[in-house]
Each structure stands twice: as structure tokens, then as C-alpha cells.
């Protein structure tokens, strides 16, 4: 009796902890059911699924001691963001991932498998953690600190494990790596994509990881830094560093700011054009994004899937709605000409900033999947980072095709060419 009572007790003990780490059912990922997808591929997406623990102080914090405020567990990690939002918006992503098996792991799984995903790209490891991120913010949302620990998606996300799924991304309308694979594996991945004609997008993650664009470049489509990631980028093909970026002050003059912004930015971008991306989007937080390239091609058009009926109410309004004086005819294939164009932000009640980037990254992943063109898709990617910015989860949980319709038009109505010469 004094057994089974011990035995009782270290149970509760144990299933008080799991409670803690995981406090609840992860919430049912709902696709948005504004109609069937109909995709006869799917684009493919690798990188990190991780455990996001999210620190809110409810005042200043102080150093050397702790401070009140909210702490939660997230589902997250940059790829396994991204092929959620690409979810919801009814494109059917297949995800290449590495967990634990502990319960953040199957944390995880449970919440991928509540949407009918596919796992059997995703390689569940014992004797390893989950990789986790945590992260600290202040009152408004913005990232104070943070730390990673994500080396199990460099050891085990192989390029052997990868070779395993050639098929998957041979026959992709897209690749989307993220800069947490070892450099090995992102050359691995890029040349079965390079090798059947499939576009690659490079999300950089980090500072400090996003370097790892300079021996694949030549490979590389889409990236969509941030202004201080771009310069890491650019830097990382010459040291010593050559390229920099001073955080200005935030301005109420917008058009000002980002005419600042492109004189400071535009010596980075044109390098990593010259150096084989093709399309760099530059992610400029509330002033927007430049879209920034060299030659101008539909690199979509033979692969793209039918279009998914979340698009449709996009397509009709967005077809011809660039501003008169917008010069829309971008440099084509071999051109020396290089463009950058300015999409502007659309206006938020900003809750969260913490999915931002990669709603925007998922948005224009699913446009370009859908057949929309390049500036269509960005403005779309602009649009639901907004809605991300007004959501406490990393990814919305359902998103409005008229609302997203709405928004990215505005976005496009508001472009400016910066530069095309």
C-alpha cells in the first residue's frame, strides 16, 4: 500500500510538471475554410519546429533581479511558422523538421497532425531536447533578448535526411530553407532544387546565421532580410566589413524615412544582386518593404499550382491596381537595369510583433505558390503580417480573404519605384 501510494504520488508530481512545461492541449490548427485546396504539389519547407517560451514583464525590467509579467509556451521556430500560415492559407506545405521525444516534441506533432498535415518529413529523435527559444519582450512587443537552442536542427536535419525527400522538392513549386540547417544541408537542399528548375527562398533567421547565404547564393531566389540582416549578409562574401546600418530614430515623416533608409540600404542590396539572388525583400518593419531586382521573370509559371480559392477574391482585386505614374515594366531576363520598388506597411493595433516576418514570408510564399505575381504576393505578405501584428499568437488563427484583399491593395495603390537603372 506504502508502494502503490509513492508510486501514486510521483505520478501527480510528474503530471504537475507536464501541466507546467505544457499547460494545455495545443489549440486544433484550424485551416481557413474559405475553400478546398486543390494543389497538385507542395511547397516544401525546412528548417527548425520549436518550443517558444514568450516573457511579457508587466513593467520595466531590472537587471539582477525578476519582475512580474506573463510568461506562455508557443509553438514555434521560423520554418515551422512559415508552413503554418502557408496552412491557413490553403496551400498544403510539406515540412522537413527534426523533434524530440519529450513532451515539447510531442507537444508539436499533436498540433501539426489537428490540421492533417504530413510528418513523415519531420524525424522524432530520442536522447535529444526539443529545440527551444526563449525569448523576452518589453511592453509593447518588441524583442528584448533572447537565446536559441537549436542545435539539434543543424545535427539532425542531415543532408543525408534530406536526400530522402528528392522527390518532394524536385516536384515543389517552391523550397524554403531556413538559415538554421547546417551549411552543408543548405547546399544540399538548394542543388536537388537547382537541379529541377525549383525557385529557393532563404529566410536568414538571425544575425548570426543569416551569413550562411554567401556560399549559396548563386542558388538563392527569394530572402527576406531585415535591414541589419542584409548588411550581415552582404558582409559575410567580403570581410572585413564593408556595409553597415545605423538604427535611426523613429520618424512621423514615413517618405522621408524611407528615402533615408534606401541610401543607407541600397550599396548592400546591389551587391547581394551581383552575387546571384534574384529577388531580395527587405523587410523594413512599420515603413514596409523594398523589393529589390535585377531581372524580372515569371520564375513561377511552370510550376505553379492551380490557384486556391483563399486567392481568387485577391486576384480580382489586385489585378491593375499600380498606381498611373508606377513604373510596372521591371527589367527582364539578362537586363543590367536593377529596380527597387517600396511597398509601404498598412497601419495596425500592433499586440505581437513576434510572427511578423514570417506571416509575411508564408503570405508571399502562398501567392507566389498561387500564380500571383511578385509585387501581388509581397503586398499579400504585407497584409497578413498585419494581421500577425494585431494576433497574440505567433500565427492567426484564421485569416479574412476580403480583409487581406483589402489591405494588400492599399499596399500596392501606395508603391513607389525608388530606383531602376
Known amino acids: 500500500m506504502a508502494g502503490a501510494t509513492t508510486t501514486s504520488s510521483a505520478l501527480r508530481r510528474m503530471e504537475s510538471v507536464c501541466r507546467h512545461l505544457l499547460p494545455s492541449s495545443p489549440p486544433v490548427l484550424h485551416q481557413n ?3 478546398a485546396m486543390r494543389l497538385e504539389s507542395s511547397p516544401v519547407i525546412i528548417g527548425g519546429m520549436v518550443l517558444d517560451i514568450h516573457a511579457k514583464p508587466s513593467m520595466q525590467p ?16 521560423v520554418a515551422r511558422n512559415i ?3 502557408i496552412c491557413k492559407l490553403e496551400t498544403q506545405p510539406f515540412m522537413i523538421s527534426v523533434v524530440g521525444n519529450d513532451m515539447a516534441g510531442d507537444f508539436l506533432l499533436k498540433y501539426w497532425r489537428s490540421a492533417g498535415l504530413c510528418t513523415d518529413g519531420i524525424l522524432q529523435v530520442d536522447d535529444i531536447t526539443t529545440p527551444i527559444v526563449s525569448n ?8 528584448i533578448a533572447g537565446v536559441a537552442s537549436v542545435g539539434a536542427v543543424e545535427k539532425f536535419l542531415s543532408p543525408t535526411w534530406i536526400y530522402q525527400f528528392r522527390l518532394h522538392i524536385s516536384t515543389a513549386p517552391l523550397l524554403m530553407l531556413d538559415a538554421n540547417l547546417s551549411p552543408d544541408s543548405l547546399e544540399a537542399a538548394c542543388k536537388i532544387a537547382h537541379e529541377s528548375g525549383v525557385p529557393v ?26 535591414e541589419i540582416e542584409l548588411v550581415a549578409m552582404a558582409n559575410s562574401f567580403s570581410p572585413p566589413e564593408k556595409y553597415n546600418f545605423v538604427k535611426m530614430e523613429q520618424s512621423k515623416n514615413k517618405a522621408k524615412a524611407v528615402e533615408h533608409l534606401f541610401e543607407m540600404l541600397s550599396p548592400a542590396m546591389f551587391f547581394l544582386l551581383e552575387n546571384g539572388i534574384k529577388f531580395l525583400l527587405v523587410t523594413l518593419g512599420s515603413n514596409g518593404v523594398f523589393v529589390c531586382c535585377k531581372e524580372c521573370t515569371s520564375l513561377m509559371d511552370q510550376q505553379k499550382s492551380e490557384m486556391m480559392s483563399f486567392l481568387t477574391p485577391l486576384l480580382e482585386k489586385l ?3 499600380f498606381p498611373s505614374n508606377m513604373l510596372v515594366d521591371l527589367p527582364r531576363e539578362g537586363s543590367s537595369r536593377t529596380c527597387v520598388i517600396h511597398l509601404p506597411a498598412v497601419s495596425a493595433s500592433v499586440v505581437s510583433l513576434t510572427g511578423a516576418g514570417d ?4 503570405g508571399v510564399i502562398s501567392a507566389l505558390c498561387g500564380g500571383l505575381g511578385m509585387m501581388q504576393s509581397v503586398a499579400v505578405g504585407i497584409a497578413i503580417a498585419k494581421s500577425s501584428v494585431e494576433s497574440e499568437a505567433n500565427i492567426p488563427d484564421k485569416f479574412s480573404a476580403a480583409t487581406i484583399a483589402d489591405d494588400a491593395r492599399r499596399t500596392l495603390l ?5 530606383w531602376c537603372k
Open 33 to 35: 475554410l474559405l475553400g
Open 62 to 77: 531590472h537587471p539582477g533581479t525578476t519582475v512580474p509579467g506573463m510568461v506562455k509556451y508557443v509553438s514555434g521556430g
Open 83 to 85: 508552413a503554418e500560415c
Open 136 to 143: 523576452v519582450f518589453d511592453g509593447s512587443g518588441e524583442l
Open 201 to 226: 527562398f532563404f529566410e536568414p533567421v538571425s544575425l548570426a546565421k543569416g551569413s550562411r547565404i554567401a556560399p549559396i547564393a548563386k542558388y538563392i531566389t527569394y530572402t527576406s532580410p531585415n
Open 319 to 321: 489585378e491593375g491596381c
Open 359 to 362: 506571416c509575411f514570408v508564408g
Open 414 to 418: 501606395s508603391a513607389k519605384m525608388m
